[in-house]
């Protein structure tokens, strides 16, 4: 457990001290606004097609809930990629600059190496969440009113019962990012190098989200597909629907269930093979 505890901590000071990790914060944070601002220009032509009629229309939908939703879950879909390459990297890379080694020599053990960097996929699942989500938050609230669903004067939707929906899916998408997380821990001790273990985990990642599609009804069992993708299937995708007011969208209570369940054992699975290749495979 020390060990474990100094391997977190160490990889902590790292991280947080690296000009890399703070500008890819900046990006990812910068996501969102681009996507609310590219929303907005999206409504020009409507907006000036209303302003014309003389209809007295101001807000389209009258709500600020579905950009919200749509730029967070923009911004997550380049988190998700960040956080599982930079878990990919790194034992990977430790291994390539020998510090995995030098690590070893100074009574940590190899199981530490992965279960302390695990130890900090929940820390950053949080951090990557909170980043988009507060970004997403400022750049839509300076355009957009966050009120109920309204259309033709009918409430589809109250503010209460979006703001309820997309609370759960945020929770409910926490655990898939968790795993996909130990998942880039599992490529970087299969890999050898830094090169190889980022090319496999996105290639992976990424191939998988262009062909889950086949899986048919049992995409749902795999942890990925609730995790934001450019393909995307998970709750955030689902909670977008509903914000524009398709009576037919959000996710069956099912769904939600496997969405909050079923990630846990597979990234403990990921978690396991990892510490035990890793207890077996020369450094």
Do not use: N
């Not at 279960?115 to 900090?120: D, H, I, K, V, Y």
């Not at 889950?212 to 049992?218: R, S």
């Amino acid at each position: 457990m020390r060990g474990t505890l100094l391997v977190a901590r160490s990889e902590w000071y790292r991280d947080v001290r690296a000009r890399s990790t703070w500008i890819l914060a900046l990006l990812v944070a910068l996501v969102p606004t681009v996507r609310v601002v590219a929303w907005r220009i999206a409504e020009a032509p409507a907006r000036l097609r209303i302003a014309q009629s003389g209809d007295g229309g101001d807000d389209l939908g009258g709500t600020g809930w579905a950009p919200l939703v749509e730029s967070w879950r923009f911004g997550l879909v380049l988190g998700a990629l960040a956080l599982l390459i930079h878990f990919a990297r790194g034992l990977a890379g430790d291994r390539d600059a020998q510090i995995a080694r030098l690590a070893v020599t100074r009574s940590v053990s190899r199981s530490a190496l992965v279960t302390g960097r695990a130890l900090l996929a929940p820390i950053y699942v949080a951090a990557v969440v909170a980043l988009t989500g507060v970004s997403a938050w400022l750049s839509v609230g300076a355009s957009y009113p966050f009120g109920d669903l309204v259309v033709d004067g009918y409430t589809l939707v109250t503010s209460d019962e979006l703001r309820a929906e997309l609370q759960r899916s945020i929770l409910i998408t926490l655990p898939a990012l968790v795993a996909l997380c130990c998942t880039g821990l599992l490529v970087s001790v299969l890999s050898r190098s830094a090169v190889a273990a980022v090319a496999l985990a996105a290639t992976g990642f990424l191939g998988y989200d262009l062909f889950k599609e086949l899986l048919g009804e049992h995409a749902p069992l795999v942890f990925a597909t609730w995790v934001p993708s450019i393909f995307d299937a998970s709750a955030l995708g689902e909670t977008v629907q509903v914000a524009l007011g398709y009576s037919d969208a959000g996710l069956a209570t099912e769904s939600v269930r496997m969405a909050a369940i079923l990630p846990w054992p597979q990234a403990l699975v990921a978690l396991g093979l990892a510490v035990w290749i890793a207890t077996r495979r020369r450094l």
